[in-house]
Every structure is written in C-alpha cells, then in structure tokens.
C-alpha cells in the first residue's frame, strides 16, 4: 500500500569515510533494512559498478610499482564515475529506486582534492561534468581517526590496496577533507561517529536514515 508511494521518485544514498570505517559493512545492513520498509534498492559503489569501470578500479587500487599521478587518478575516476553514473545509477533512480552507493563525488573531494593537493574548484567542476550535476540527496559519512582506521584494515586479512599503503599523514587530509566537507553541506552530509561497535553504528545510521525518509516525504507531500 505504501509501496507504491515510495516508488515514485528515486533517492540517491552515498556512504563515505576514510580507509577502515566499516562504510562497506553497513552498506548491506542499509540495504535490508530500506528493502524491510518497502523500498525497491541497489546497492553499488565507487570505484567500480560496470564491467569498464570495475576494470579502472583495478587500475586505481593495484599496489604495482609504477606511481600514479594525482592528476591521472582523478580523471581514471571520474571515467569509471561516468560509466557507473549512465550505466547504473541514474537508470535506477529514474525506476524510482533508492541507490546505495558505496563512495561518490565526495571520496575525490577528500582524497584526490584535500591529500593530493589537487585543486578543489577544479575537480569540483570536473565531477559536476563527469556526472552531469548528478548529487547524493543523502550521505553518511563514517568518520574515524586515521590510525584507528588503519589499524582495522591492518587486521583483515585481505590483502592490503594501494591507498592502504599511503602514509597516516595522508589518511589525516583524508579525513579532514571529509570534515571539512560536512561542515560545508550539514544537510546532506551527516557525521557518525565510526569508533563504536558495527552493532551501535547501525542502529544511529538506520534512525538517521528512517527520520530522513520520513521528514523528506513529508516535505514533499507540504509541496503537493
């Protein structure tokens, strides 16, 4: 019954945080949980989401001895978000889904603009171009210390990328970046806090995320 009103417009959902957050652990948690309430869902991330650009990211991530500019990771980004943006994300939100996105336009902001040093109006610009001005009506940002996040991935025992290997210094401007990120769209960008316990984040996220559902259909109903 309230199905179909849900169904009517999509809604794009990004998930961010520095190396170690536990973001690509609760992105599934999300989804089952908007899937419980109704809502049609996909589930995605960045880099990656088509064949082209699943093959970037191996590009981006691959710890091979070659250094990659700055300024050739961001446009091997912006290629793959190109893809994923035509390809994925905006096929699902015309069916009037909701996209959860692992990583968007804010991930190059901290890491390719904030640690790299690259310049921020730019890559802005850039990524305005490369998705069409397509933006996250909603993102959680899963902030962590640096060295707290490092530690985490330290002890998976998968094998560590390219950016694990990146200097804590480095991971810091990542982080930073995001805050500063936040603090510039309080609206969109919500802050939890990424120290707690998988079980606890989850709970602050699915509050957050039901409240901003409700309080956006309610809006929209107001303009109806």
């Known amino acids: 019954m309230a199905t179909a009103q849900k169904k009517t417009a999509g809604i794009?959902?990004?998930?961010?945080?520095?190396?170690g957050s536990g973001k690509t652990t609760q992105a599934p948690r999300l989804c089952r949980l908007l899937a419980a309430q109704g809502y049609?869902?996909?589930?995605t991330r960045e880099p990656g989401g088509t064949p082209v650009a699943e093959r970037?990211?191996?590009?981006?991530?691959?710890?091979?001895?070659?250094?990659?500019?700055?300024?050739?990771e961001a446009l091997l980004i912006l290629a793959a978000r190109r893809q994923h943006v035509d390809h994925v994300i905006k096929p699902a939100l015309k069916?009037?889904?909701?996209?959860?996105?692992?990583?968007?336009?804010?991930?190059?902001?901290?890491?390719?603009?904030?640690?790299r040093g690259l310049d921020l109006k730019l890559l802005r610009s850039m990524n305005e171009w490369a998705t069409g001005k397509l933006a996250p009506h909603l993102t959680l940002l899963f902030d962590i210390p640096a060295a707290s996040g490092l530690r985490r991935r330290q002890g998976l025992a998968t094998t560590q990328n390219?950016?694990?290997r990146?200097?804590?210094?480095f991971h810091k401007k990542v982080r930073a970046g995001f805050l500063q990120l936040a603090r510039r769209e309080p609206r969109r960008i919500k802050v939890l806090d990424a120290r707690q316990p998988p079980d606890l984040v989850?709970?602050?996220?699915?509050?957050?995320?039901?409240?901003?559902?409700?309080?956006?259909?309610?809006r929209d109903r107001g303009r109806r």
């Open 40 to 43: 049609e869902v996909l589930h």
């Open 166 to 169: 990146e200097a804590e210094r």
């Open 202 to 218: 989850a709970a602050t996220m699915e509050t957050l995320v039901l409240d901003w559902l409700r309080t956006s259909r309610a």
């Open 95 to 115: 069916r009037g889904k909701i996209v959860v996105c692992d990583r968007f336009s804010d991930s190059t902001m901290a890491y390719q603009g904030y640690a």
């Open 56 to 72: 970037l990211r191996s590009v981006l991530l691959d710890s091979s001895a070659e250094v990659i500019a700055p300024e050739t």
């Open 12 to 19: 794009f959902i990004t998930l961010e945080g520095g190396e």
């Open 162 to 164: 390219r950016l694990d």
